[in-house]
C-alpha cells in the first residue's frame, strides 16, 4: 500500500525532470554558438582560473578596438574582452559579477559608451541569452532586460525552436560539448574603411537626464562590485568619430570623481595615439583591424605604464597558448 501510494507522484517528479533536462538540452542544442561579435562566454569560461590580469567590458566599441592577443604581445598582460552589442550598464553589472566566478583580475576597464544607452537596447537576447545559466543570469533577466523578453530568455527553447530546420549535427556537437578557449580572446576584428569618415568628427546626442541617473546608479553598483573585490576600475571612452559633446564628457568626469572611479577620455585623441581617421575607421564608432592593432598596443603601454598592471606568473601551457594566439596573428 505504501509503495502504491507513493508511485505515482514519484513517476511524476522523474517525468519533470527529464522534460527539463530535455528541454535545457534542445535549448542548448538550438541556440547558435556564438564564437564573435560579443556575448562569448564559451570560450571565457574555457580560460584557465585566475589566469586573467584584467577584464574589459563594454559595447562593440570594445570588442571591436581592443585586441588582447595585441596587449599580450605588447607587455606580456592577459586579459579578455566580455563585452557585448549595445551592452547596457545594468548587464554589465551582471556580466561581471559572472566573469568573477572563475577570474580574479587586478584591473577592470570598462569602455563608457553605455552612458549613453537607453535602459534597454538592442542585444538584450544576445547579451542575457548566452550568459551561464544561475542566479546572474536571473539577476540579468529581471532586472536588464525587455518584460516582454523574459519568457524567451528563462526558456531559450521558445527563441530557437524553429532552427529545426536548419540544425546539422556537428552545429548541435558543437553547441553541447564544453567550448574551448580561442585566440580572439573576445576581440573581433573587421576590415573595411568608412567612406565618409573624412565627413567627421560625429556628435552623438547624450541621454535623458532620468535615463543617465540611473545608468549611473548602475556604474556605482559596478564600483562597489570591484571595490569589494580590491579591483581597480577604470572608466575608459575610446577614440572615436561618434563622440558625446565635450560639456557631456565633463560632467560624466565629474560623475566617475564623486564615485571614485578613475576616468580616462581618449575621445579626441586619435592622432596622439597614431589613428589615421582615413584609414583606421570601420565606422564612426569602431575602429577597423589595423586601427584596433594600434590602439591596442599603445594601450598596453597604458596599462602597464599609467596604471602600473604587471603580469601575474602563467604555467608553461597557457604561456605556450598565449605565444602561439600572437603567432596565429602576426600570420
Given at each position: 500500500?505504501?509503495?502504491?501510494?507513493?508511485?505515482?507522484?514519484?513517476?511524476?517528479?522523474?517525468?519533470?525532470?527529464?522534460?527539463?533536462?530535455?528541454?535545457?538540452?534542445?535549448?542548448?542544442?538550438?541556440?547558435?554558438?556564438?564564437?564573435d561579435?560579443?556575448?562569448?562566454?564559451g570560450?571565457?569560461l574555457?580560460?584557465?582560473?585566475?589566469?586573467?590580469?584584467?577584464?574589459y567590458?563594454?559595447?562593440?566599441?570594445?570588442?571591436?578596438?581592443?585586441?588582447?592577443?595585441?596587449?599580450?604581445d605588447?607587455?606580456?598582460?592577459?586579459?579578455y574582452v566580455?563585452?557585448?552589442p549595445?551592452?547596457?550598464?545594468?548587464?554589465?553589472y551582471?556580466?561581471?559579477?559572472e566573469?568573477?566566478?572563475?577570474?580574479?583580475?587586478?584591473?577592470?576597464?570598462?569602455?563608457?559608451?553605455?552612458l549613453?544607452?537607453?535602459?534597454?537596447?538592442?542585444?538584450?537576447?544576445?547579451?542575457?541569452?548566452?550568459?551561464?545559466a544561475?542566479?546572474?543570469?536571473?539577476?540579468?533577466?529581471?532586472?536588464?532586460?525587455?518584460?516582454?523578453?523574459?519568457?524567451?530568455?528563462?526558456?531559450?527553447?521558445?527563441?530557437?525552436h524553429?532552427?529545426?530546420?536548419?540544425?546539422?549535427?556537428?552545429?548541435?556537437?558543437?553547441?553541447?560539448?564544453?567550448?574551448?578557449?580561442?585566440?580572439?580572446?573576445?576581440?573581433?576584428?573587421?576590415?573595411?574603411?568608412f567612406?565618409?569618415?573624412?565627413?567627421?568628427?560625429?556628435?552623438?546626442?547624450?541621454?535623458?537626464?532620468?535615463?543617465?541617473?540611473?545608468?549611473?546608479?548602475?556604474?556605482?553598483?559596478?564600483?562597489?562590485?570591484?571595490?569589494?573585490?580590491?579591483?581597480?576600475?577604470?572608466?575608459?571612452?575610446?577614440?572615436?568619430?561618434?563622440?558625446?559633446p565635450?560639456?557631456?564628457?565633463?560632467r560624466?568626469?565629474?560623475?566617475?570623481s564623486?564615485?571614485?572611479?578613475?576616468?580616462?577620455?581618449?575621445?579626441?585623441?586619435?592622432?596622439?595615439?597614431?589613428?589615421?581617421?582615413?584609414?583606421h575607421?570601420?565606422?564612426?564608432?569602431?575602429?577597423?583591424?589595423?586601427?584596433?592593432a594600434?590602439?591596442?598596443?599603445?594601450?598596453?603601454?597604458?596599462?602597464?605604464?599609467e596604471?602600473?598592471?604587471?603580469?601575474?606568473?602563467?604555467?608553461?601551457?597557457?604561456?605556450a597558448?598565449w605565444?602561439?594566439?600572437?603567432?596565429?596573428?602576426?600570420?
Amino acid at each position: 500500500m505504501r509503495t502504491s501510494k507513493w508511485r505515482e507522484p514519484i513517476f511524476a517528479l522523474l517525468f519533470l525532470i527529464l522534460a527539463a533536462l530535455l528541454i535545457g538540452i534542445l535549448s542548448l542544442a538550438f541556440r547558435p554558438v556564438r564564437v564573435d561579435y560579443g556575448a562569448v562566454w564559451g570560450p571565457y569560461l574555457a580560460e584557465p582560473r585566475d589566469s586573467l590580469d584584467y577584464l574589459y567590458l563594454g559595447s562593440s566599441y570594445a570588442y571591436c578596438d581592443v585586441d588582447p592577443v595585441e596587449i599580450y604581445d605588447k607587455t606580456g598582460l592577459t586579459g579578455y574582452v566580455l563585452a557585448g552589442p549595445e551592452q547596457t550598464l545594468s548587464q554589465t553589472y551582471w556580466y561581471l559579477k559572472e566573469a568573477l566566478k572563475t577570474q580574479k583580475p587586478s584591473l577592470v576597464i570598462l569602455e563608457g559608451s553605455a552612458l549613453a544607452f537607453q535602459q534597454y537596447q538592442n542585444y538584450t537576447q544576445v547579451n542575457v541569452g548566452y550568459m551561464p545559466a544561475g542566479l546572474n543570469q536571473l539577476g540579468a533577466i529581471f532586472t536588464a532586460s525587455e518584460p516582454e523578453l523574459r519568457t524567451g530568455l528563462l526558456f531559450p527553447l521558445y527563441f530557437y525552436h524553429n532552427r529545426w530546420k536548419e540544425l546539422t549535427v556537428d552545429e548541435a556537437a558543437d553547441a553541447l560539448l564544453p567550448s574551448e578557449t580561442d585566440t580572439l580572446k573576445g576581440f573581433t576584428p573587421v576590415s573595411g574603411v568608412f567612406e565618409q569618415i573624412a565627413d567627421g568628427p560625429f556628435t552623438r546626442e547624450p541621454q535623458l537626464e532620468e535615463v543617465y541617473e540611473e545608468n549611473l546608479t548602475w556604474l556605482s553598483k559596478i564600483a562597489d562590485l570591484c571595490e569589494k573585490r580590491g579591483i581597480t576600475l577604470a572608466l575608459v571612452f575610446h577614440p572615436t568619430y561618434s563622440q558625446l559633446p565635450a560639456d557631456t564628457r565633463i560632467r560624466i568626469a565629474e560623475d566617475a570623481s564623486e564615485l571614485d572611479i578613475s576616468f580616462f577620455d581618449w575621445t579626441e585623441e586619435s592622432q596622439s595615439i597614431g589613428i589615421t581617421p582615413t584609414l583606421h575607421y570601420y565606422d564612426p564608432g569602431h575602429l577597423n583591424q589595423e586601427g584596433a592593432a594600434i590602439f591596442s598596443a599603445w594601450l598596453g603601454d597604458f596599462l602597464t605604464g599609467e596604471l602600473g598592471v604587471s603580469p601575474r606568473p602563467q604555467d608553461s601551457e597557457n604561456t605556450a597558448a598565449w605565444q602561439s594566439a600572437v603567432q596565429v596573428r602576426k600570420k
